[in-house]
């Protein structure tokens, strides 16, 4: 695999989705009819590109958006399952998608480049994705559901060269049930949010020794970073955290509650927005992205 790096996409056609303006001085531009968005990521260039689900467990129903502020839309690619965590990576977004992590071209082409037969265990539930020092990427398992809450999970390792290995996982450390969100902003860590626990962690990519360094966050889910500030978005709770973090410390406030099961969020590259997907999960079409201002 070549070295990895963020860079410029090409524009593609249009098709548009109707959007909501709220009247808030902090929320922008809402783009609704989005049916259980999951993930935002921003390219440096301010591009915007989001997972939508559609039905959980529909196949084929699946799209990569891009989305900006105007409320506008474009379809990338669709015939995907159940996309969720995406990054973007010279040109080609990667995402995971049930039991696999797809390529996406920008010209809408989809195709494997992890299946169940890539990793050193079966997979329940692949959730995020995230890239690090070195172009190694991450990839969070939430494990599997038991009495509603998910336990089980793993985060698994990438090389450059596709090999495939578990960083950690549940079964040999009790209270790390159901990673989520991951996030590198030090080398040498990986910042996981648990979307059991509402524990954020962090875990030493050289000891696999993993630190608890806040709680609290119910459904953990995404993770942002700008500016020294680490924002969360907590799924089940309906709210955004921000606080100003340093290796292990971190004492977050809300930035914002009211949401609507908040997913995998994202910070546009001029600092200015918090991109948060809402699932509405307990409406079988629900669902929209909206802008919350933080500059």
Not at 118 to 137: H, M, R, S, V, Y
């Amino acid at each position: 695999m070549k070295k990895i790096k963020l860079t410029l996409v090409k524009k593609i056609s249009l098709i548009y989705l109707s959007c909501l303006l709220f009247n808030s001085s902090s929320i922008g531009s809402t783009l609704d009819q989005i049916i259980n968005p999951e993930s935002a990521f921003s390219t440096p260039d301010n591009r915007i590109f989001v997972s939508e689900i559609g039905g959980f467990g529909v196949k084929n129903d699946g799209r990569i958006l891009e989305v900006f502020k105007d409320g506008r839309a474009e379809v990338i690619a669709s015939g995907l399952n159940d996309p969720k965590g995406l990054i973007v990576v010279e040109n080609i977004i990667y995402v995971t998608d049930v039991d696999e992590i797809k390529k996406v071209t920008l010209s809408g082409k989809v195709s494997t480049w992890l299946g169940p037969k890539n990793f050193p265990k079966k997979t329940a539930f692949l959730n995020d994705i995230a890239i690090g020092q070195d172009n190694i990427i991450y990839i969070s398992d939430s494990g599997n559901k038991e009495d509603g809450m998910r336990k089980g999970g793993a985060v698994f390792q990438v090389s450059t060269d596709k090999e495939v290995t578990i960083l950690v996982e549940n079964r040999n450390n009790p209270d790390f049930l159901a990673p989520n969100g991951l996030l590198v902003i030090d080398p040498n860590y990986l910042l996981v949010a648990d979307f059991t626990t509402g524990i954020l962690s962090r875990i030493s990519l050289k000891s696999k020794k993993i630190e608890k360094i806040a709680e609290g966050f119910g459904g953990g889910d995404g993770l942002a970073y700008y500016g020294e500030k680490l924002y969360i978005s907590d799924w089940r709770g309906g709210k955004i955290w921000s606080g100003t973090i340093n290796g292990t410390q971190y004492n977050p406030e809300i930035l914002k509650d009211g949401f609507v099961n908040p997913a995998d969020i994202c910070i546009t590259s001029d600092g200015r927005n918090i991109v948060i997907p809402e699932m509405m999960f307990e409406k079988s079409d629900g669902g929209r992205v909206s802008f919350l201002s933080i500059n």
